[in-house]
């Protein structure tokens, strides 16, 4: 590999970490607004908090809350505004990695 690929496919990683690191954010923003505005939905959801910890499910069940968009029915703009740049990313990272395999793969049946 080319030191030009190399700096490239090292720039697209490193916007994919920042792209986990920004999940990591407004995910966390998303659950503190929750608790702040609606603590029993965020207790009853077992008090999640960005983590992953085998054996604990608040995560998982947080995030499908999340991705299914059960919220909505709360009618709060802020947790909207979080579950919109949650997608976001997602979307975004998803592409990235993508992006990220294709080259590699290129690049190795290249070579």
């Not at 920004?22 to 029993?40: C, D, P, R, S, V």
């Not at 991705?67 to 998803?94: G, H, W």
């Amino acid at each position: 590999m080319a030191p030009m690929e190399n700096l490239i496919i090292m720039g697209f990683a490193l916007l994919f970490l920042t792209l986990m690191s920004m999940h990591i954010y407004f995910t966390n923003a998303f659950f503190f607004q929750l608790k702040k505005e609606h603590g029993n939905i965020w207790k009853s959801l077992g008090q999640p908090r960005w983590k992953i910890q085998f054996g604990d499910e608040s995560f998982k069940n947080a995030m499908n809350y999340i991705r299914k968009k059960r919220f909505s029915d709360l009618q709060d703009p802020k947790l909207e505004e979080f579950y919109t740049k949650i997608k976001r990313v997602e979307y975004s990272a998803s592409v990235l990695a993508l992006v990220i395999v294709v080259a590699t793969v290129i690049d190795v049946l290249k070579g």
